[in-house]
């Protein structure tokens, strides 16, 4: 997510925010997020308001696992890597979640109709593409969970699944 550029918005409440579709590789049903609210150099927040139609719903739970909060994370830091990308005149990119360090959640389930907040922010950047974000998920501006991910973003895309999968 380094740059050159600098940037930096926020999306009023009332506003839709950006349009996944264009930052994140993830199609519905595997976009768990629901908007993009704000984005700066190396960090950013997006939301979901959790419904019963979401891949993740569990009746049991009555809402999203406690575990899915990873996932919710990973793709705030993807969308706003690719608000960083499209910012600077490229296209979205592929990331890998390689891992969680500390993942912690005081709830049981991510509740069904309320909204949660997930907050990223880079920690640690090397130009082989690894990075290290912190990362928090709030409800009512109480954290609810933190961890700190793993990713990488690799430099050339077509030659990693070449060499990995092909």
């Known amino acids: 997510m380094a740059g050159t550029m600098s940037l930096s918005f926020l999306v009023e409440e009332n506003n839709m925010g950006h349009d996944l579709a264009e930052l994140i590789k993830h199609e519905p049903p595997m976009r768990l997020i629901d908007k993009l609210c704000s984005a700066e ?7 979901l308001t959790v419904s019963s139609d979401n891949l993740f719903y569990s009746e049991q739970y009555k809402g999203l696992p ?5 996932e919710l994370m990973a793709q705030t830091i993807a969308a706003v890597a690719g608000y960083q990308s499209k910012a600077d005149g490229g296209e979205i990119k592929l990331g890998f979640l390689l891992g969680s360090r500390k993942y912690q959640c005081d709830i049981d389930s991510f509740k069904l109709g309320e909204r949660y907040d997930i907050f990223v922010e880079e920690l640690h950047f090397e130009s082989s593409g690894l990075s290290v974000f912190e990362c928090d998920i709030r409800h009512n501006d109480k954290v609810v969970a933190q961890a700190r991910l793993n990713v990488y973003q690799p430099p050339d895309e077509t030659a990693f699944i070449e060499e990995n999968y092909g």
Request: aromatic share 0%; glycine share 24%.
């Open 66 to 70: 406690a575990h899915v909060g990873i």
């Open 41 to 47: 150099q190396g960090k950013g927040q997006c939301c």
